[in-house]
């Protein structure tokens, strides 16, 4: 399985960024999908995840600003930045909980590669 990310860059504060991941491989069914961020010196953090189903998750420093979307049958996932702020800037990594097979309820977690955010004047 892969995850491959796209649309981090350079956004000027209050400034929007869209990113993009799409999951590639032996998927059977994708539980959870979700980006996490890591900041210079700082532990990797959750930002947004949401289910199959739609039910949403995100840490509460981008609430109102940030919206994460899903399309199932093609297995990506989005995450739209809005209202940018300098604290926003680190490396964002697409997460997923996967189903390989049918025939199991194993999950196995899988990262994309990150992609650089970077929020400044």
């Known amino acids: 399985v892969q995850l491959q990310a796209s649309g981090g860059g350079l956004v000027q504060p209050g400034g929007s960024l869209r990113l993009s991941c799409a999951a590639s491989g032996s998927i059977f069914r994708i539980p959870v999908m979700g980006w996490f961020r890591q900041a210079p010196e700082k532990q990797r953090e959750l930002v947004a995840s949401?289910?199959?189903?739609?039910?949403?998750n995100y840490a509460d420093s981008v609430k109102g600003r940030f919206t994460i979307s899903r399309d199932n049958a093609k297995n990506t996932v989005n995450l739209q930045m809005d209202s940018l702020k300098p604290d926003d800037t680190a490396v964002y990594y697409c997460n997923a909980r996967v189903i390989r097979s049918m025939f199991s309820t194993v999950e196995s977690t899988y990262w994309g590669q990150g992609t650089l955010v970077t929020v400044s004047s």
């Open positions: 949401t289910t199959r189903v739609g039910t949403t």
